[in-house]
């Protein structure tokens, strides 16, 4: 498996998802990985200005899908991808999205894109009474909650959004800390 341990080696990784999608249409997102995540990124830049690790975890919650995941498999094996260069909480963020994505749809009107509609399905479908209230008291629940309505936003083809150059800077001061 892929981890990530440095700024510039992530960087060129990351960039190379250009024209990368997690899935042929119409099983897949209408943009590529690269796109989706600078979106996703952007939107929760807008949302939680103070929180980057949020903002981060916008940026890579999808790399699974590049380094060998499917679903639900993707969410894990993004995180553990992650883990070692951007630490435990946007690893934990990334691995968590698909189980937010399976609250949402259990607990209320969750509007999902078609290829988020076709993907539920394989990742669990929505979940259980016993599931909602088990991720429901997670640590990171909500942070989880809007990284995944973040990340059903960025998916709007041709949205002018900063560059992955724009995110360099924010990534090595993060992992700085």
């Given at each position: 498996?892929?981890?990530?341990?440095?700024?510039?080696?992530?960087?060129?990784?990351?960039?190379?998802?250009?024209?990368?999608?997690?899935?042929?249409?119409?099983?897949?997102?209408p943009v590529d990985l690269l796109a989706h995540g600078l979106q996703c990124a952007d939107i929760?830049?807008?949302?939680?200005?103070?929180?980057?690790?949020?903002?981060?975890?916008?940026?890579?919650?999808?790399?699974g899908h590049a380094v060998g995941g499917?679903?639900?498999?993707?969410?894990?094996?993004?995180?553990?991808?992650v883990r070692p260069l951007f630490g435990d909480r946007v690893a934990d963020l990334v691995g968590l999205h698909v189980a937010a994505k399976r609250y949402l749809a259990a607990t209320e009107d969750y509007e999902l894109s078609e290829a988020s509609r076709l993907s539920l399905a394989r990742q669990g479908d929505v979940m259980t009474p016993d599931e909602v209230t088990a991720f429901a008291a997670g640590p990171e629940a909500a942070a989880a909650i809007a990284l995944r309505r973040a990340d059903e936003d960025a998916k709007v083809v041709g949205r002018a959004v900063p560059g992955l150059a724009t995110w360099i800077p924010r990534i090595h001061d993060y992992v700085r800390r």
């Open positions: 498996m892929i981890a990530f341990t440095d700024v510039d080696a992530f960087a060129k990784s990351f960039a190379a998802l250009d024209g990368v999608f997690d899935a042929p249409p119409p099983l897949g997102d929760l830049r807008g949302r939680y200005p103070g929180d980057l690790g949020l903002q981060l975890a916008g940026l890579v919650h999808d790399i499917d679903d639900p498999d993707h969410a894990r094996t993004g995180a553990e991808a």
